[in-house]
């Protein structure tokens, strides 16, 4: 197992440019697909360049950036879809609606086969991610955290220098600060995050300069 690795490609999908990311291990090429917002056939090229069996579909929050092809590309492959947390299913019911709006086509509701609480666990072949609810984006939002990998994939609550908006339907401020402070920051200063848009960082450097969540900006608020 000392050799076992969890590894991962980012995909830029929909006109949102969101981060999908295809993570597998290593050790027996089992992928699991976190946040297939679209652009099915650019994600399978990658699942088959990598020679993956993709196992699970995983989601952090139903926003239609991240969930809008979870329905099709989990029955393209027999994979169920594990996530998010129950709060989200509002979003999940408007994914047709959304797609239309955003002009991701073929968007449309799903049921997961499992929904997800905080301090639960997911497989990754032989590998466990564990299972953080942090609201406030979304009121069912959740991340991944891999700690032998010091990586955690988090959607949308944390960006390099920025925070996940709170003026969409049952966001909330307070609760995704409430989220960052208390779930992300103990994950530790080198654990490097891939967040739903733009380029990846690390918490550390996210606690030293981030203008919404810096220590600095938070200890000038208590």
């Not at 197992?1 to 006109?15: E, F, H």
């Not at 509701?109 to 997800?116: K, N, Q």
Request: charged share 20%; proline share 6%.
């Amino acid at each position: 197992m000392s050799d076992n690795k969890l590894k991962g490609i980012i995909v830029r999908v929909t006109p949102l440019q969101q981060n999908c990311s295809i993570i597998w291990c290593s050790a027996t090429n089992n992928a699991a697909i976190v946040d297939p917002g679209g652009d099915i056939e650019e994600l399978l090229k990658v699942i088959k360049s990598q020679n993956l069996e993709v196992k699970n579909i995983f989601i952090t929050h139903a926003h239609i950036d991240h969930a809008g092809a979870a329905a099709e590309i989990s029955e393209k492959l027999d994979a169920p879809i594990i996530g998010p947390h129950k709060e989200d299913l509002f979003l999940i019911d408007q994914l047709e609606e959304s797609g239309q709006q955003y002009g991701i086509p073929g968007a449309r509701a799903f049921e997961p086969s499992r929904w997800l609480e905080d301090g639960d666990k997911v497989e990754l072949g032989e590998l466990h991610l564990d299972v953080y609810h942090c609201p406030g984006h979304t009121p069912g939002h959740v991340i991944f955290h891999h700690p032998e990998s010091q990586l955690a994939l988090v959607g949308d609550v944390i960006f390099s220098g920025s925070i996940g908006r709170t003026d969409f339907p049952r966001g909330d401020f307070e609760s995704l600060i409430k989220s960052i402070t208390s779930k992300l920051w103990p994950l530790g200063n080198e654990t490097q995050f891939i967040p739903g848009h733009g380029e990846p960082s690390t918490f550390g450097k996210e606690r030293a300069s981030n203008p919404y969540v810096s220590d600095l900006i938070m200890s000038s608020k208590n």
